[in-house]
C-alpha cells in the first residue's frame, strides 16, 4: 500500500482479555518500530525491528507484551491479559532500513485501544 | 536515561504571531533531532531534522529550528503561524549509536484566525 496500515483502527476490549493490533509497512521498508502514546504523554518506544537482526524489545513495559514480524513484513503486537493502564493509542511506524539513525519514520493512524 | 522536554503542552496563539516551541534532551553524546508534527485527524509526519552541519535547520511550511549543542536544546520557530499550523508538535532525539527515537510529550498550537 501506500503507507503504514494499522488494523483495527479501534478496539474495545474488556480487562483481563488478549488483543492482536496489526501493523502493515510501507512495501521494501525492512525497519518497522511499535510506539504507544498514551493520554497526555509523549510516544513511548516499545519494540523495533530491523530485517532480520533480533528485534530491540526494549521498551515492552511488561511480559504481556509481545510482537512478531513474519516474513520481514507484517507486524502484530500482542498484549495478554490487558490492563486498564493498556489504553492508549499504538502506533507503528516503518522506514526504508538504510540508515536507521538518519531516517525519517512513516507513522501509521495508530489503534486507538481502550481497555474497560 | 535518555529523555525529551517540551515545556509547552498547550500553546495559543492569533494568526501572523510568531512560534517558538522548546525542546530539550539529556544526552551527552552526537545526536540526531526531529520535528514531527502531527495535524488533526492525520498521520504524524516529519517537519524537520538535524543531523550535522549548519545548526539552523529549515523544514517545510517556514518552520525552523536551531541546535544549540551548549544547551541540549533545539527549539522550533515560525515567524508568523497560520490557522492551518495548528496541529500538535513532537520533538524526537536518536542519541547516537541508538536505532529508536525518543520523544517529547508533545505540544498542542491551536491558531485562531
Known amino acids: 500500500g501506500a503507507g503504514v496500515s494499522q488494523s483495527p483502527s479501534n478496539k474495545v476490549t474488556e480487562k483481563g482479555k488478549d488483543v492482536e493490533l496489526r501493523c502493515d509497512p510501507i512495501s521494501g521498508h525492512t525497519a518497522l518500530y511499535w510506539y504507544r502514546q498514551s493520554l497526555g504523554q509523549g510516544l513511548e518506544f516499545l519494540i523495533y525491528?530491523?530485517?532480520?537482526?533480533?528485534?530491540?524489545k526494549s521498551g515492552l513495559p511488561s511480559d504481556r507484551f509481545s510482537a512478531e514480524r513474519t516474513g520481514g513484513s507484517v507486524s502484530t503486537l500482542t498484549i495478554q491479559r490487558t490492563q486498564q493502564e493498556d489504553s492508549a493509542v499504538y502506533l507503528c511506524a516503518s522506514s526504508p532500513g538504510t540508515d536507521s539513525y538518519n531516517e525519517k519514520l512513516f507513522f501509521g493512524s495508530g489503534t486507538q485501544l481502550s481497555v474497560l | 536515561a535518555q529523555s525529551v522536554s517540551q515545556h509547552n503542552h498547550h500553546v495559543i496563539l492569533s494568526e501572523a504571531a510568531s512560534l517558538e516551541l522548546g525542546c530539550n534532551y539529556s544526552?551527552?553524546?552526537?545526536?540526531?533531532l526531529f520535528w514531527y508534527v502531527q495535524y488533526p485527524g492525520q498521520h504524524l509526519q516529519l517537519l524537520l531534522k538535524?543531523?550535522?552541519?549548519?545548526?539552523l535547520v529549515k523544514g517545510i511550511k517556514g518552520f525552523e529550528a536551531e541546535f544549540i549543542k551548549s544547551k541540549f536544546s533545539f527549539n522550533l520557530r515560525k515567524p508568523s503561524v497560520q490557522w492551518s499550523d495548528t496541529a500538535e508538535y513532537f520533538c524526537?532525539?536518536?542519541?547516537?549509536?541508538?536505532?529508536?527515537?525518543?520523544f517529547g510529550a508533545g505540544t498542542r498550537l491551536a491558531v485562531h484566525p
Open positions: 524526537a532525539v536518536n542519541p547516537g549509536g541508538y536505532n529508536k527515537l525518543i
Open positions: 525491528f530491523q530485517g532480520n537482526s533480533a528485534p530491540d
Open positions: 544526552y551527552g553524546g552526537t545526536v540526531n
Open positions: 538535524y543531523f550535522s552541519g549548519d545548526p
